[in-house]
C-alpha cells in the first residue's frame, strides 16, 4: 500500500500541533520532516526541539528528513525527541555504512536519501541494511518546486535493485509530488509519497489528501 508523507515544511508554523491533527484525522501514514541546516541546503527550518514538542499530540509515523551537514552529530538528539525513522543524505556522510549503524544502534528506522544528480551506486553496497531510500525529485531546500522528471527511470532502477535482493524496503519520493506525479512515480516503483505544498498549501487539506490517494489507487508497478 502507498504511504502519504505530508510535509510540515508547507504547514502554517503559528499552527503547527493544529495542522498536524488534520493530516492525521485525513488518515496519512507518515509526518515528514524536514531538518535544514543553511550549509547542506540553502535555507534553515527546525531542529530537534519542534519534533519533541509535537510528539506528544500526534501517533503519526514521525520520518525525519536530516538535510544537515555531519549528521551523525546529531541523530541520538532527534531519536530521543522522538523521531521513528531517520534519514539521511549520503553526500553528507563520509562514512556511510557507519552512519547508517549509528541509526540502528538508537533503534530507529534507517533511510538514506539521495539528490536528483546522485547516482544509485552512491547506496548500492548498504541497501540491505536500509529500510527505507529517499529520492528527491527536486533540489533538497525548499518545498513548492517543480518535479524533475529525469528521475523516474532512476526511480524504476532502485525498485529492480530492491527486487532482487528480496527485501521489504520502501522507496520514498520527495519534490514536487501531486496527484499527477504521485500517480507517476508509484508506476515506477515508489511507495510512499511525500508532499508539502500539495497537501499544506491546499483550501481543503482532506481534499488534497484523498485526491493523492485517489490518484494512486489501483496503480502498480509497471
Ligand atoms: O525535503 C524537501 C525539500 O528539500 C521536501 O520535503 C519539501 O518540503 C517538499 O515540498 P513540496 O515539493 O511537496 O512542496
Ligand atoms: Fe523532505
Known amino acids: 500500500m502507498v504511504k502519504i508523507a505530508p510535509s510540515i515544511l508547507s504547514a502554517d508554523f503559528a499552527r503547527l500541533g493544529e495542522q498536524v491533527a488534520v493530516v492525521e484525522k485525513a488518515g496519512v501514514e507518515y509526518l515528514h520532516i524536514d531538518v535544514m541546516d543553511g550549509h547542506f541546503v540553502p535555507n534553515i527550518t527546525i531542529g530537534p526541539l519542534v519534533v519533541k514538542a509535537l510528539r506528544p499530540h500526534s501517533k503519526l509515523v514521525f520520518d525525519v528528513h536530516l538535510m544537515i551537514s555531519e549528521p551523525d552529530r546529531y541523530v541520538e ?116 509519497l511525500v508532499a508539502g505544498s500539495a497537501i499544506f498549501g491546499a483550501e481543503d487539506i482532506p481534499a488534497a489528501v484523498a485526491g493523492i490517494r485517489n490518484a494512486v489507487r489501483g496503480v502498480k508497478f509497471c
Open 77 to 192: 538528539e532527534f531519536a530521543r525527541a522522538g523521531a521513528d525513522i531517520i534519514g539521511i543524505h549520503a553526500e553528507t556522510c563520509l562514512h556511510l555504512h557507519r552512519s547508517i549503524q549509528n541509526i540502528k544502534a538508537l533503534g530507529k528506522k534507517v533511510c538514506v536519501s539521495l539528490n536528483p544528480a546522485t547516482p544509485l551506486t552512491a547506496i548500492e553496497y548498504v541497501l540491505p541494511d536500509l529500510d527505507m531510500v529517499l529520492l528527491m525529485t527536486v533540489n533538497p531546500g525548499f518545498g513548492g518546486q517543480k518535479f524533475i522528471p529525469a528521475v523516474l527511470p532512476k526511480i524504476r532502477a532502485l525498485r529492480e535493485m530492491i527486487n532482487v535482493l528480496g527485501k521489504n524496503i520502501d522507496i520514498e519520493i520527495d519534490g514536487g509530488i501531486n496527484a499527477e506525479t504521485a500517480r507517476q512515480v508509484v508506476e515506477v516503483g515508489a511507495n510512499v
